[in-house]
C-alpha cells in the first residue's frame, strides 16, 4: 500500500509546491538577488589581454572602454578561472557604421584546455549604416565545435545607444543567457548532450577585434578604418562564481551565497517572457538547419510545425536575412561564423 501510494503522493505534493506560492517567492528571490548582487572596478576582478592604450578605465576603474583600429582591437579577461557562477556587463556598442567589427563577451577555456575547451559566447556582430547590430550566442563544451549550437536574435532597442545588460548564468543542470535580466536562452544538462555541457572551469572575457571575413554579409563588408575607432563601453560589471586553484581546478566554493546561482531557477513568468523573446526575436537557430544538420543534435527536440511553418532549411526565420556560411575565429564552425547576405 505504501509503496503504491508514494509516487503518487510524492508527485501531488511536488507539483503542488511548484505551482505555490511559496516556489514563485523563491524563484523570484533568488533572481532578485542576482540582479543586485556588487559589482568590481577592473582592478578588482579583470586583467588587460591586449591593446595597449585601446583599452581606457574610466570612472575608478567601475566603466572599461575597449576599441578597434586600424592596428589593434583590444580585450581584457577575469583574473581567475571559475566553475560555474553568474556573470554580467552592462554594454554600449560602437555607433554608425560597424560593418566586419566584433564584440564578444564569453567565457571559455580554450587557453588551458586546447583540445576539449569549453564556451559560452556572446558575440555581437555589427552591420552596415542602417542595419541594426545582431547578437549571435552559441555553447561549447569538451570541444565539440564540429556541433555548433548557434542561436541569433534581433534586438528591440539600439544597442549604441545607452547601456544594456548582457548576463550568463551557470551551474551544474542549466545554462541561462540574459539580455536585460530578460532569459533569452535557456540550455539544461541532459543524457543528449552528455559530454557537450560546459563542465570545466573558464575565464570571462570581453574583446572587440576585426571580423571582416565572415561578421557582416559572410565577409562581403569589411571593416572600414575611415570610421575608426570603434568603441565599445562595458561597465557594472559582475562576477560572481567559485573561483578554482589555476594548478589543480580544485575548488572550494562552500560560500552559502553560492546557493543564489546554483540553485536558482527560472519562474513561471521569466519562462513566459523567454519564449516572448525567441518566438519575436530568434532570427536563426540551429536545430532547424537542416542543410547542417539533417538529423538534428540529440539534445534538439523538434517543433515539426514551426520548423516548416517559420524556418528554412538553412534555419533561418522567414523575412530574417538570409545567412551565408564562411570560417573564422577558433577555426570554429561555418555557420558559427557567418551572417546575413543583405
Known amino acids: 500500500m505504501v509503496s503504491t501510494l508514494f509516487p503518487s503522493?510524492?508527485?501531488?505534493?511536488?507539483?503542488?509546491?511548484?505551482?505555490?506560492?511559496?516556489?514563485?517567492?523563491?524563484?523570484?528571490?533568488?533572481?532578485?538577488?542576482?540582479?543586485?548582487?556588487?559589482?568590481l572596478s577592473f582592478e578588482e576582478g579583470y586583467t588587460q589581454l591586449f591593446g595597449g592604450?585601446?583599452?581606457?578605465?574610466?570612472?575608478?576603474?567601475?566603466?572599461?572602454?575597449i576599441s578597434l583600429d586600424e592596428r589593434t582591437g583590444a580585450g581584457f579577461a577575469s583574473q581567475d578561472l571559475y566553475l560555474h557562477g553568474f556573470f554580467s556587463a552592462s554594454i554600449k556598442l560602437p555607433a554608425d557604421y560597424a560593418a566586419g567589427v566584433v564584440v564578444a563577451f564569453y567565457m571559455s577555456n580554450g587557453d588551458v584546455f586546447p583540445k576539449t575547451h569549453d564556451e559560452l559566447d556572446f558575440e555581437f556582430l555589427g552591420n552596415i549604416r542602417g542595419r541594426e547590430w545582431r547578437v549571435q550566442t552559441n555553447v561549447?563544451?569538451?570541444?565539440?565545435?564540429?556541433?555548433?549550437?548557434?542561436?541569433?536574435?534581433?534586438?528591440?532597442f539600439d544597442p549604441t545607444e545607452d547601456f544594456h545588460r548582457y548576463s550568463i548564468l551557470w551551474n551544474?543542470?542549466?545554462?541561462?543567457?540574459?539580455?536585460?535580466?530578460?532569459?533569452?536562452?535557456?540550455?539544461?544538462?541532459?543524457?543528449?548532450?552528455?559530454?557537450?555541457?560546459?563542465?570545466?572551469?573558464?575565464?570571462l572575457y570581453s574583446t572587440i577585434w576585426d571580423g571582416s571575413g565572415w561578421a557582416t554579409s559572410g565577409g562581403r563588408y569589411k571593416v572600414n578604418y575611415r570610421y575608426a575607432p570603434y568603441v565599445a563601453e562595458f561597465q557594472?560589471?559582475?562576477?560572481?562564481?567559485?573561483?578554482?586553484?589555476?594548478?589543480?581546478?580544485?575548488?572550494?566554493?562552500e560560500r552559502p551565497?553560492?546557493?543564489?546561482?546554483?540553485?536558482?531557477?527560472?519562474?513561471?513568468?521569466?519562462?513566459?517572457?523567454m519564449d516572448g523573446f525567441r518566438r519575436k526575436h530568434m532570427t536563426y537557430y540551429y536545430c532547424y538547419d537542416r542543410d547542417r544538420y539533417p538529423t538534428p543534435p540529440a539534445e534538439c527536440k523538434m517543433d515539426q510545425f514551426e520548423t516548416r511553418q517559420y524556418y528554412g532549411a538553412d534555419g533561418v526565420?522567414?523575412?530574417?536575412?538570409?545567412?551565408?556560411r564562411r570560417g573564422g575565429r577558433h577555426n570554429r564552425s561555418s555557420v558559427a561564423q557567418a551572417d546575413a547576405a543583405l
Not at 592604450?53 to 572602454?65: E, F, M, Q, T
Not at 561549447?140 to 528591440?156: F, I, K, P, Q
Not at 557594472?236 to 566554493?253: E, F, K, Q, R, T
Request: glycine share 8%; net charge neutral; hydrophobic share 40%.
Open 172 to 203: 551544474h543542470e542549466r545554462i541561462t543567457f540574459y539580455i536585460d535580466d530578460i532569459p533569452i536562452r535557456e540550455t539544461v544538462r541532459s543524457e543528449a548532450m552528455a559530454g557537450c555541457f560546459p563542465s570545466k572551469p573558464m575565464s
Open 9 to 39: 503522493a510524492f508527485f501531488f505534493f511536488f507539483f503542488s509546491f511548484v505551482c505555490s506560492p511559496v516556489f514563485l517567492f523563491f524563484c523570484n528571490a533568488s533572481a532578485a538577488l542576482l540582479e543586485s548582487l556588487p559589482t
Open 317 to 324: 526565420r522567414y523575412g530574417g536575412h538570409r545567412r551565408r
Open 236 to 253: 557594472d560589471l559582475v562576477i560572481h562564481g567559485c573561483a578554482v586553484n589555476p594548478m589543480d581546478h580544485s575548488s572550494a566554493c
Open 257 to 273: 551565497d553560492a546557493a543564489i546561482y546554483g540553485s536558482s531557477t527560472m519562474s513561471p513568468e521569466q519562462r513566459a517572457q
Open 140 to 156: 561549447y563544451g569538451n570541444g565539440s565545435t564540429a556541433v555548433g549550437r548557434e542561436e541569433r536574435y534581433e534586438l528591440w
Open 53 to 65: 592604450g585601446n583599452l581606457i578605465l574610466l570612472r575608478d576603474g567601475k566603466r572599461v572602454r
